[in-house]
């Protein structure tokens, strides 16, 4: 497979689509690589191709210890090949080199994990309540997987399916993003090293009309484990009523940093900047309401301000980039216009607001401060998805927790004080699946990680996350020699 010359990985093969399309390097705004446009017929093959290795051939018959080091090799592959993965996933989405090498190399940890739990879930014996049976209770894998992931973080999102779902033995059509599909067509040849049966794993893309709308209803997939926004979401769940599929999705969110004026202001301000401006504000987490309380909301938003214009914005390739452009040019059109809105409605403009001058190719945005005296500006409700921070005053911790729940998402959120007690309950009180204390955007494949509301259902990572992709069989043994009694004579 060429640098600039992608193909979809089926059945244990590399296939060359019937249709292509171009991908674009946001940080020029030029196409750069063909890329497969999957069809209806194309997901059919990789589902029946899943199937076929579910039911019968090697991967069927394989104990959970070896599915376990087939995921340990996969993780050391990818490792291995991190630098190239990173440069490509640099190229195709324009999230800066040092973020995707640190985060691909910490990608192998997943897949290290879930192989080492492969062979943990050990079923149950139940103490039944009938003297002459014995009752086991097997867990055996969900099905077919169909998994779907967006172009940000994409390595990581992708592990964190595919990891529970290999180690519980299901099979996996992976559909990944039209936009920057590039590290995840090249990680197939990875899966293909290390060793999976043909059908295993198969990875496409295309688009959500053809191919992504079989996959989600095709009638052997069991299971949809979906990373993307809630409009897509809704299409995925109406999809699901034809096969019944057990349903997953992580769905973003508008998540709430809370600063406290006995926190340390230093600490929350490089805490805030990197849960914002990070990836170009291009994820699930991103801090994007900042609420801060009165007292010292002056001097906190004069230090990220400068914070924000010293940020160094340029070639996303290049190591000292702390922040390369927007992955479409359709997010940057958006951002303009709920930006322009917000401020017509009422904010104040703290920094950024524009494109960075010297950038006149690429998806490229400043990073934007904005202060708002209430939460209904679009800039507040809205997932932007970019760098864009909203920043509110609070006056009580009642307040704060308040301003943080009046939202129709529930992702993550994070908190700075130096008081333990308010800690504790901001944390008890915070209606969302993660929240972060004097820390942000920290992660580890031990940990669950979901949301509530908007921000979707299920959980991913954990222990507990190999049980998502299995369904338990109970096993009835009648140990009595004496022979049944005739059910139709009376005793």
């Known amino acids: 497979m060429s640098t600039t010359d992608f193909r979809n990985y089926i059945d244990g093969s590399f296939v060359v689509a019937d249709a292509t399309f171009d991908s674009v390097d946001p940080s020029t705004g030029a196409p750069w690589a063909t890329m497969p446009a999957a069809t209806a017929a194309d997901v059919d093959r990789a589902v029946e191709a899943a ?26 592959l990818v490792v291995a090949n991190a630098a190239r993965l990173a440069e490509l996933e640099t190229r195709d989405t324009g999230k800066i080199i040092r973020e995707t090498r ?5 990608v192998g940890d997943y897949y290290r994990y879930y192989g080492g739990l492969a062979d943990k879930d050990e079923g149950a014996f139940v103490p039944i309540d009938k003297a002459d049976m014995e009752v086991t209770i097997r867990p055996e894998p969900i099905g077919v997987v169909a998994a779907m992931v967006p172009w940000n973080s994409q390595l990581f999102l992708s592990a964190v399916k595919l990891g529970p779902a290999l180690a519980a033995g299901c099979t996996v059509v992976l559909k990944v993003s039209e936009d920057g599909p590039a590290p995840l067509l090249a990680f197939a040849e990875l899966v293909h090293e290390a060793g999976f049966p043909s059908g295993t794993v198969n990875i496409l893309t295309g688009f959500g009309h053809d191919c992504g709308h079989r996959v989600t209803s095709h009638p052997l997939v069991a299971r949809v ?3 993307g926004g809630p409009a897509t979401a809704r299409q995925i769940v109406m999809n699901t009523a034809q096969n019944l599929a057990y349903t997953t999705l992580e769905l973003g969110g508008k998540s709430p940093v809370i600063v406290f004026a006995d926190a340390d202001l230093e600490s929350a301000a490089n805490a805030v900047v990197a849960g914002i401006f990070a990836a170009t504000g291009q994820s699930c987490v991103a801090g994007s309401r900042l609420l801060v309380e009165r007292s010292v909301k002056d001097e906190f938003l004069g230090q990220l301000k400068r914070k924000a214009e010293a940020i160094s914005i340029g070639d996303p390739q290049d190591p000292a980039t702390e922040m390369g452009p927007l992955a479409t040019l359709r997010q940057r059109d958006r951002i303009e216009k709920i930006v ?16 960075p001058q010297g950038q006149t190719a690429g998806f490229y945005y400043a990073p934007t401060i904005i202060e708002v005296s209430d939460q209904n500006l679009a800039c507040v409700r809205e997932e932007l998805f970019g760098p864009v921070l909203s920043a509110l005053a609070f006056e009580t911790e009642a307040q704060a927790l308040s301003l943080a729940n009046d939202t129709s998402f529930g992702l993550a959120s994070g908190v700075f004080t130096t008081n333990l007690a308010k800690a504790h309950r901001m944390a008890r009180g915070i209606h969302a699946g993660v929240v972060w204390i004097n820390t942000y955007r ?30 338990s069989k109970s096993v009835w043994i009648r140990t009595s020699d004496d022979p049944i009694p005739d059910p139709f004579v009376m005793r």
Do not use: C, N
């Open 51 to 76: 199937h076929r290795a579910l039911r019968s051939g090697p991967w069927a018959s394989m104990t959970a210890t070896a599915r376990g080091k087939l995921l340990v090799r996969l993780g050391d």
């Open 102 to 106: 640190a985060q691909i190399a910490y």
């Open 225 to 227: 484990a979906f990373t």
């Open 340 to 355: 322009a809105e917000s401020l017509a409605g009422g904010g104040r403009l703290v920094t950024g607001g524009a494109r």
């Open 442 to 471: 920290a992660v580890s494949p031990l940990v669950p990680f979901g949301g509530y509301g908007q921000s979707g259902l299920g959980r991913e990572g954990g222990l507990d996350a190999i049980r998502d992709y299995t369904r």
